[in-house]
């Protein structure tokens, strides 16, 4: 059984220009331009009129002609040397939103005139970058992946070597699952942010330099991108986790077993959703079954042979081979056992802190299965259900509990309650804390052939010593048997950090 990790959501935002350019009236550079030819100067004019003219038929008359004219000026009009040209070409490309077409034209302008730097990154911030980050941004919280990936381009193409465009490009990539694109920006962006000022941005960008790499199955690289962060954020939880990950998955077991002692060790000063992700890794850095069937049946294909056996043999044959099977079975589960005992600590740690956490109550009651412990177990399954009452597996771990200390007919009620007395299911699929609030929402589903009768559930927001912070009600309809209802909530207040609920 995999554990569930905590999950954390990264917010993308749009930004506000600083001018919305050219709306209704003629916005003039800011440098000494002047157009000395009266090609380029009649195409400032038609720029001009279409900008402040109230009539959209004779707005496109202008912008045409001012294309016409400009693009005449610098092909045919021996105005290619002529930076006021390209300039207001470049003008004519932003009001068509043609953002190749206006990066070309600003580029040849500047070259040809330097004093216009700032007046051209003006344009190219307020009316190319802002326009195409915010329609990315658009498009990556729409999670519509490739549009965002596209878009961003162009407003890299804008500004090269962007900090902000190069992380948000890399998201998408990486939110799109094209990890090896996702960690070539990240890597840019972690090149590009070298100022103090942006230690944060380059922070970040080798931590998910890191993730994207891991993703990609790149694990040495994946561990050296982690270990250069700890470098800048030494102890970080999160980054020992992942990168215990990474080494776990290149076979160096050793190594990052010893992470995972780092993390266990600075437990107690680490907060409580860092370290119980944490245990996720442990546990899950644990070696998986073998295959004994397939052992076995390889190792009686061998001894056999060709040759005629008697009974005797065969039996030998079989007891020899089978003992290869639970061998194999009891160095995995000597080897496993090491990852559960110091995954339960971690878990231990992260409940202390947090005693109403779900995702640590829920992942500790698994180890504590896992290490067939049924006393600590149960203490903590009990636990979970007054946390999570409704959902199934929370009170299946109960019955485990009971089973393994040979309490059957404990265990048979906590059974009969998840498989037939629950009106309807309750599965918390989202929970983020904020510092004004908290949000969660889940789906209910009636398992049950029979349709359900609405009801009313009630969440309560809790801060870190289970204080109730807030509480809200959830009304859940009549359900057809098999149906189904997401709900979401949220309540208003500081300090939360976990939730339960109960049916009213």
């Keep these: 059984m995999r554990l569930q990790l905590i999950s954390r959501f990264l917010a993308v935002f749009a930004l506000t220009p600083v001018l919305a350019a050219g709306q209704g009236r003629w916005v003039a550079p800011k440098c000494d331009l002047k157009p000395g030819h009266f090609l380029v100067n009649s195409g400032l004019l038609y720029l001009k009129n279409a900008a402040e003219t109230r009539f959209d ?28 040209a390209w300039y207001y070409l470049a003008r004519y490309y932003v009001v068509r939103s043609d953002v190749p077409g206006a990066d070309s034209s600003f580029r040849k302008a500047e070259t040809l005139m330097p004093g216009c730097h700032d007046d051209i990154a003006f344009w190219r911030r307020n009316s190319l970058w802002v326009p195409s980050f915010n329609a990315g941004v658009t498009a990556l919280n729409a999670q ?26 890399a998201t998408a990539f990486f939110n799109g699952a094209k990890y090896d694109s996702a960690a070539f920006y990240f890597r840019r962006t972690a090149q590009v942010a070298s100022d103090p000022k942006d230690s944060s941005v380059r922070r970040d960008a080798v931590f ?49 077993f010893s992470v995972f002692k780092t993390i266990v060790a600075h437990a107690d000063s680490i907060d409580p959703v860092s370290v119980i992700n944490a245990g996720v890794s442990i546990y899950n850095a644990a070696p998986g079954y073998p295959d004994t069937s397939a052992m076995t049946a390889s190792c009686r294909n061998e001894r056999r042979g060709t040759r005629t056996l008697t009974a005797v043999q065969r039996r030998a044959i079989t007891v020899s081979c089978d003992s290869v099977g639970m061998n194999a079975m009891k160095t995995r589960n000597d080897a496993a056992r090491e990852n559960y005992q110091l995954a339960a600590q971690a878990f231990d740690a992260g409940v202390r802190h947090s005693p109403q956490s779900r995702d640590g109550l829920y992942n500790l009651s698994n180890t504590y299965l896992a290490l067939r412990d049924p006393d600590k177990m149960l203490v903590m399954a009990q636990r979970l259900i007054l946390v999570d009452p409704m959902n199934r597996a929370s009170l299946r771990l109960v019955a485990q509990a009971w089973q393994l200390k040979g309490k059957n007919d ?26 004004q609030g908290a949000s969660i929402g889940g789906l209910v589903t009636n398992y049950h052939d029979k349709g359900s009768a609405p009801l009313k559930l009630v969440f309560e927001f809790l801060g870190a010593q289970g204080n109730v912070v807030a509480t809200q009600s959830v009304d859940v309809p009549a359900l057809d048997g098999g149906g189904t209802n997401q709900f979401q909530t949220r309540a208003i207040g500081t300090g939360v950090v976990a939730w339960r609920y109960h049916k009213e």
């Design 144 to 169: 519509n992946y490739d549009s965002a990936i596209v878009l961003f381009r162009q407003a890299l193409l804008v500004f090269d070597g962007d900090a902000q465009t190069l992380t948000t490009l």
């Design 57 to 84: 038929d004779q707005r496109e008359k202008d912008l045409r002609d001012a294309q016409r004219t400009l693009v005449q000026a610098v092909s045919t009009g021996g105005q290619d040397k002529n930076p006021a």
């Design 410 to 435: 404990s265990a048979l009620y906590y059974v009969t309650i998840a498989d037939s007395l629950l009106p309807v299911e309750v599965s918390i699929g989202s929970f983020t804390p904020g510092d």
């Design 208 to 256: 998910n330099l890191g993730n994207a790499l891991f993703m990609a199955q790149q694990n040495d690289s994946a561990a050296a991108a982690y270990q250069e962060y700890l470098k800048l954020v030494p102890n970080d939880a999160q980054a020992l986790a992942r990168l215990g990950d990474a080494l776990t998955a290149a076979g160096k077991k050793d190594s990052a």
